[in-house]
């Protein structure tokens, strides 16, 4: 009987080891936030974004990955998602870090997010390099990444795409009283 029990934990180490035995990274849930987030066992690094060295699928198949596909409203009603938000002249704050006084129409804010649309496609890297440039928001300086949120918490039609979207997948053009944006889902 003991021995079967000794085989039975090393095989349970072993199955629970050998996949992040590549990457190092697993997804945990937080205790605090009620929310997934990624850590890597090898650095004791931990990141709410999933790394971006890795694809979906290496994500999918990551020890503790259930916890990513709780619902589409994410661990405990929380989501976790970045933009690229373009402003215009009828946005409710037609200001940002890098203009004071933001006149172009939003027909011209959706046609400049158009182009920075079909430079993404579906790559997070580039989508995180184009935020970090050209995104009208504060969140800019963290790639467009604005932290876990629950409903309730942003403009409506912000709040029904991103809780519409699956863990890293991105949103067509949404419009809201702040301006134009692209929406990455990342937990």
């Known amino acids: 009987m003991v021995s079967n029990r000794r085989l039975l934990r090393s095989t349970t180490i072993c199955l629970i080891l050998l996949p992040t035995q590549s990457s190092g990274w697993e997804i945990r849930m937080s205790n605090s936030k ?15 974004d999933a790394p971006s060295e890795l694809s979906d699928d290496q994500i999918k198949s990551l ?15 929380t989501i976790t998602a970045s933009h690229l938000l373009v402003k215009h002249k009828d946005s409710r704050r037609p ?62 039609p912000f709040e029904d795409a991103a809780f519409g979207l699956q863990v890293g997948e991105f949103s067509d053009i949404i419009s809201t009283d702040s301006g134009v944006h692209i929406i990455l889902r990342t937990a």
Not at 38 to 47: D, E, V
Not at 63 to 77: D, I, N, R, T
């Open 34 to 48: 009620g929310i997934p987030y990624y850590f890597n066992a090898a650095t004791k690094q931990s990141s709410w």
């Open 63 to 77: 020890p503790g990955s259930q916890y990513l596909s709780g619902g589409s409203s994410g661990g405990a009603g």
């Open 95 to 156: 200001s940002s870090w890098k203009e004071a006084n933001i006149t172009r129409s939003k027909e011209e804010a959706t046609d400049i997010l158009r182009g920075y649309q079909a430079q993404v496609g579906n790559s997070r890297e580039k989508f995180e390099e184009l935020a970090s440039i050209h995104s009208d928001c504060s969140s800019h300086s963290q790639k467009g990444n604005l932290g876990p949120f629950s409903k309730g918490q942003m403009q409506k």
